[in-house]
T-cell receptor, first 113, second 116 residues
């Protein structure tokens, strides 16, 4: 069990650029979640995959955001035309069942200049 | 809509003290509650998960209780140590139209400082 891995750990970019984050879940976990956390707040749900199927997206996820999980393994989260308000910590979590603990990665901190 | 509140927002205690962190939720139709720890600049570490059929879970110096009917959970930390300093978050799965998929609604957290 190597844990949930996220890359990069930090991303600094100019407003208007596109960014992509990667999440590698725990290998036997078929459920994968993306959350966003801003300073002083708890994480907020963004989207959920079961295997390769994206089953739910939050209203927080505007059309500039897209997520994929090809072959039900790793997942990517892409933000197009970044805005100042996108600055946050993006967290990925995985679990093997709905009623089992979610395990989180260390997150990707995005800073928009 | 499920709302989760954590009290206090911050807590500072001397080393060795026992302490209690509180979590309340508005919709009691949950099937579990999870407590996490978050160190500065890091992700979340799962501490305890209590299923709705359970009233308590224990791990080392940590004990979490759940009272679904009153919408409350507590995290008890015994004999606190400076290494326990972190933000503690509680979270419950959120249901919409009978489907949850396990997505979590979090409280804002309690920032704990244990000083030597």
């Amino acid at each position: 069990d190597t844990g949930v891995s996220q890359n990069p750990r930090h991303k600094i970019t100019k407003r208007g650029q596109n960014v992509t984050f990667r999440c590698d879940p725990i290998s036997e976990h078929n459920r994968l979640y993306w959350y966003r956390q801003t300073l002083g707040q708890g994480p907020e749900f963004l989207t959920y995959f079961q295997n390769e199927a994206q089953l739910e997206k939050s209203r927080l996820l505007s059309d500039r955001f897209s997520a994929e999980r090809p072959k039900g393994s790793f997942s990517t989260l892409e933000i197009q035309r970044t805005e100042q308000g996108d600055s946050a910590m993006y967290l990925c979590a995985s679990s093997w069942a709905e009623n089992q603990p979610q395990h989180f990665g260390d997150g990707t901190r995005l800073s928009i200049l | 809509k499920q709302e989760v509140t954590q009290i206090p927002a911050a807590l500072s205690v001397p080393e060795g003290e026992n302490l209690v962190l509180n979590c309340s939720f508005t919709d009691s139709a949950i099937y579990n509650l999870q407590w996490f720890r978050q160190d500065p600049g890091k992700g979340l570490t799962s501490l305890l998960l209590i299923q709705s059929s359970q009233r308590e879970q224990t791990s080392g110096r940590l004990n979490a209780s759940l009272d679904k009917s009153s919408g409350r959970s507590t995290l008890y930390i015994a004999a606190s140590q400076p290494g326990d300093s972190a933000t503690y978050l509680c979270a419950v799965p959120r249901k919409a139209g009978g489907t949850s998929y396990g997505k979590l609604t979090f409280g804002q957290g309690t920032i704990l400082t244990v000083h030597p």
